[in-house]
Protein backbone atom coordinates (compact mmCIF):
# COMPACT_ATOMS: atom_id res chain seq x y z
CA UNK A 1 0.00 0.00 0.00
CA UNK A 2 1.04 3.89 -0.83
CA UNK A 3 0.87 6.60 1.01
CA UNK A 4 -1.61 7.71 -1.64
CA UNK A 5 -3.67 4.85 -0.33
CA UNK A 6 -4.04 5.96 2.67
CA UNK A 7 -7.64 6.70 4.05
CA UNK A 8 -9.74 7.07 7.04
CA UNK A 9 -13.54 7.33 7.35
CA UNK A 10 -15.37 8.48 10.03
CA UNK A 11 -19.23 8.96 9.93
CA UNK A 12 -19.24 12.15 8.61
CA UNK A 13 -15.72 12.76 7.48
CA UNK A 14 -12.91 11.35 4.56
CA UNK A 15 -9.26 11.99 5.82
CA UNK A 16 -6.31 11.21 2.83
CA UNK A 17 -3.83 12.57 1.80
CA UNK A 18 -3.46 16.37 0.45
CA UNK A 19 -4.53 16.18 -3.45
CA UNK A 20 -4.26 19.70 -5.85
CA UNK A 21 -8.01 19.31 -6.16
CA UNK A 22 -8.14 20.75 -2.50
CA UNK A 23 -6.02 23.84 -3.89
CA UNK A 24 -8.88 26.25 -4.00
CA UNK A 25 -10.19 25.63 -0.50
CA UNK A 26 -7.45 25.46 1.07
CA UNK A 27 -6.02 28.59 -0.48
CA UNK A 28 -9.23 30.00 0.54
CA UNK A 29 -8.90 29.00 4.06
CA UNK A 30 -5.52 30.15 4.49
CA UNK A 31 -6.57 33.93 2.97
CA UNK A 32 -8.97 33.58 6.26
CA UNK A 33 -7.61 36.18 8.75
CA UNK A 34 -9.49 34.47 11.87
CA UNK A 35 -9.14 30.95 10.51
CA UNK A 36 -5.37 31.61 10.09
CA UNK A 37 -4.48 33.58 13.27
CA UNK A 38 -2.78 31.63 15.47
CA UNK A 39 -1.46 29.59 12.60
CA UNK A 40 1.02 32.10 10.74
CA UNK A 41 -1.19 34.35 9.63
CA UNK A 42 -2.76 34.64 5.99
CA UNK A 43 -1.04 33.51 3.03
CA UNK A 44 -1.56 34.13 -0.89
CA UNK A 45 -2.73 31.50 -2.96
CA UNK A 46 0.80 30.75 -4.10
CA UNK A 47 1.86 29.80 -0.32
CA UNK A 48 -1.42 27.12 -0.07
CA UNK A 49 0.29 25.56 -3.19
CA UNK A 50 3.50 25.28 -1.87
CA UNK A 51 1.71 23.97 1.51
CA UNK A 52 -0.13 20.91 0.09
CA UNK A 53 2.88 20.60 -2.30
CA UNK A 54 4.92 20.18 1.46
CA UNK A 55 2.27 17.72 2.82
CA UNK A 56 2.03 15.85 -0.50
CA UNK A 57 6.23 15.73 0.13
CA UNK A 58 6.28 14.59 3.98
CA UNK A 59 3.94 11.81 2.84
CA UNK A 60 5.94 10.15 -0.02
CA UNK A 61 9.05 10.79 1.78
CA UNK A 62 7.91 10.11 5.29
CA UNK A 63 4.95 8.24 5.40
CA UNK A 64 3.67 11.09 7.72
CA UNK A 65 1.37 14.39 7.22
CA UNK A 66 -1.57 15.80 7.69
CA UNK A 67 -4.45 14.73 5.92
CA UNK A 68 -7.08 16.76 4.14
CA UNK A 69 -10.36 16.30 5.79
CA UNK A 70 -13.77 16.13 3.61
CA UNK A 71 -17.19 16.20 4.47
CA UNK A 72 -18.46 12.95 3.40
CA UNK A 73 -22.26 14.19 2.37
CA UNK A 74 -20.56 16.90 -0.35
CA UNK A 75 -16.95 15.98 -0.78
CA UNK A 76 -16.38 19.41 0.08
CA UNK A 77 -12.50 19.94 1.32
CA UNK A 78 -12.98 21.37 5.17
CA UNK A 79 -9.55 21.75 6.23
CA UNK A 80 -6.35 19.73 7.14
CA UNK A 81 -5.80 17.65 10.10
CA UNK A 82 -3.30 14.96 11.30
CA UNK A 83 -0.10 13.54 12.23
CA UNK A 84 3.05 16.00 11.64
CA UNK A 85 6.52 15.84 12.71
CA UNK A 86 8.37 18.18 10.71
CA UNK A 87 12.43 19.02 11.28
CA UNK A 88 13.03 20.79 14.84
CA UNK A 89 9.49 20.22 16.11
CA UNK A 90 8.65 20.58 19.37
CA UNK A 91 7.51 16.94 18.75
CA UNK A 92 5.52 14.11 16.99
CA UNK A 93 2.54 16.71 16.40
CA UNK A 94 -1.39 15.74 15.35
CA UNK A 95 -2.69 19.17 14.14
CA UNK A 96 -5.58 20.93 12.99
CA UNK A 97 -7.22 23.78 11.29
CA UNK A 98 -9.97 23.81 9.22
CA UNK A 99 -11.71 26.34 6.76
CA UNK A 100 -14.30 28.82 8.48
CA UNK A 101 -17.31 27.39 7.31
CA UNK A 102 -16.94 23.87 9.01
CA UNK A 103 -16.56 25.27 12.16
CA UNK A 104 -19.44 24.71 15.00
CA UNK A 105 -20.26 21.21 13.86
CA UNK A 106 -17.97 18.95 15.99
CA UNK A 107 -15.47 18.19 12.62
CA UNK A 108 -12.19 19.05 14.51
CA UNK A 109 -12.63 16.76 16.79
CA UNK A 110 -13.59 14.14 14.73
CA UNK A 111 -11.07 14.10 12.35
CA UNK A 112 -8.78 14.44 15.25
CA UNK A 113 -10.08 11.10 16.78
CA UNK A 114 -9.47 9.93 13.46
CA UNK A 115 -5.89 10.85 13.41
CA UNK A 116 -4.83 10.14 16.85
CA UNK A 117 -5.95 6.84 16.61
CA UNK A 118 -3.89 6.43 12.96
CA UNK A 119 -0.94 8.03 14.89
CA UNK A 120 -1.02 6.07 18.16
CA UNK A 121 -2.23 2.24 16.18
CA UNK A 122 -0.87 2.89 12.53
CA UNK A 123 2.29 5.11 13.01
CA UNK A 124 3.27 3.28 16.61
CA UNK A 125 3.67 7.01 18.00
CA UNK A 126 4.62 6.47 22.30
CA UNK A 127 2.38 9.73 22.66
CA UNK A 128 1.21 12.83 20.78
CA UNK A 129 1.28 16.78 21.18
CA UNK A 130 -0.45 19.43 20.25
CA UNK A 131 1.39 22.93 19.68
CA UNK A 132 -1.19 25.60 20.47
CA UNK A 133 -1.07 29.34 20.39
CA UNK A 134 -2.10 30.19 24.65
CA UNK A 135 -4.61 32.65 23.26
CA UNK A 136 -6.40 30.48 20.53
CA UNK A 137 -9.13 29.31 23.52
CA UNK A 138 -11.17 27.04 20.12
CA UNK A 139 -7.89 24.67 20.19
CA UNK A 140 -7.20 24.75 24.42
CA UNK A 141 -11.08 23.09 24.53
CA UNK A 142 -10.37 20.45 21.19
CA UNK A 143 -7.10 19.43 23.00
CA UNK A 144 -8.76 18.80 26.17
CA UNK A 145 -11.97 17.14 24.83
CA UNK A 146 -9.28 14.63 23.64
CA UNK A 147 -8.03 14.44 26.73
CA UNK A 148 -4.38 16.24 26.36
CA UNK A 149 -3.18 18.43 28.67
CA UNK A 150 -0.58 21.14 28.63
CA UNK A 151 3.10 19.09 28.93
CA UNK A 152 5.41 22.79 28.54
CA UNK A 153 6.19 25.84 26.81
CA UNK A 154 7.83 26.08 23.83
CA UNK A 155 9.18 28.24 20.98
CA UNK A 156 8.48 26.85 17.14
CA UNK A 157 11.47 26.85 14.92
CA UNK A 158 13.11 28.39 12.39
CA UNK A 159 11.62 30.59 10.73
CA UNK A 160 8.64 31.05 13.53
CA UNK A 161 11.06 31.01 16.30
CA UNK A 162 9.76 33.79 18.20
CA UNK A 163 6.48 31.77 18.43
CA UNK A 164 5.85 30.48 21.72
CA UNK A 165 3.48 28.06 22.41
CA UNK A 166 1.64 25.97 24.58
CA UNK A 167 2.66 22.15 24.26
CA UNK A 168 -0.34 19.79 24.96
CA UNK A 169 -0.03 15.63 24.96
CA UNK A 170 -0.86 12.77 25.40
CA UNK A 171 0.47 9.30 25.78
CA UNK A 172 -0.40 6.07 23.49
CA UNK A 173 -1.55 4.48 26.83
CA UNK A 174 -3.53 7.78 28.08
CA UNK A 175 -5.19 7.79 24.79
CA UNK A 176 -5.93 4.22 24.76
CA UNK A 177 -7.32 4.08 28.30
CA UNK A 178 -9.71 6.95 27.44
CA UNK A 179 -11.20 5.24 23.96
CA UNK A 180 -11.26 2.07 25.38
CA UNK A 181 -14.70 1.26 26.99
CA UNK A 182 -14.48 0.11 31.00
Not at 83 to 89: D, L, N, R, S, Y
Not at 115 to 131: E, K, N, R, T
Not at 135 to 152: C, F, K, V, W, Y
Request: with cysteine; charged share 25%; net charge neutral.
Amino acid sequence: MTTRDVRLETERLILRPPDLADLERWADMMSDPDAMRFIGGVAPKPLAWRAIMQMAGAWSLTGVAMFSVLEKSSGRWIGRVGPWEPFGWPGAEVGWALHRDAWGKGYAYEAAVAAMDYAFGVLDWPSVIHCINPLNEPSRALARRLGSTIQRQSNMPAPIEHEVVDVWGQTRDTWRARRTPG
